[in-house]
């Protein structure tokens, strides 16, 4: 199983990103969207099932919009009114009986 993520960069305060991450291998029952910042823990960002339940951080709330195309294993974040504080490495994660991580992409807000 492989996730690839892409999509991340700098990005002055306001402006938007879109994230996108493949998965091959499978289709996972779960997919979503991890942060972590410098000094911080990883946290949460969004999730959605496969039947496209979304779960949002309410950090983030309002802001981002988390969607998945099925027939294509990809999960996307969009990221619209960015922040300075979401400055941070952004990790696509895959639940099926385990969790699976992409590589992080990096998400810098400039103010």
């Known amino acids: 199983v492989q996730l690839q993520a892409s999509g991340g960069g700098l990005v002055q305060a306001g402006g938007s990103l879109r994230l996108s991450c493949t998965a091959s291998?499978?289709?996972?029952?779960?997919m979503g969207w991890h942060r972590q910042a410098p000094g911080k823990q990883r946290e949460l960002v969004a999730s959605?099932?496969?039947?496209?339940?979304?779960n949002y951080a309410d950090a983030v709330k309002g802001r981002f919009t988390i969607s998945r195309d099925n027939a294509k294993s990809t999960v996307y974040l969009q990221m619209n009114s960015l922040k300075p504080e979401d400055t941070a490495v952004y990790y696509c994660?895959?639940?099926?009986?385990?969790?699976?991580w992409g590589q992080g992409t990096q998400v810098t807000v400039s103010s």
């Open positions: 994660a895959a639940d099926n009986l385990r969790r699976f």
């Open positions: 959605i099932t496969i039947g496209g339940t979304t």
């Open positions: 291998g499978t289709i996972f029952p779960l």
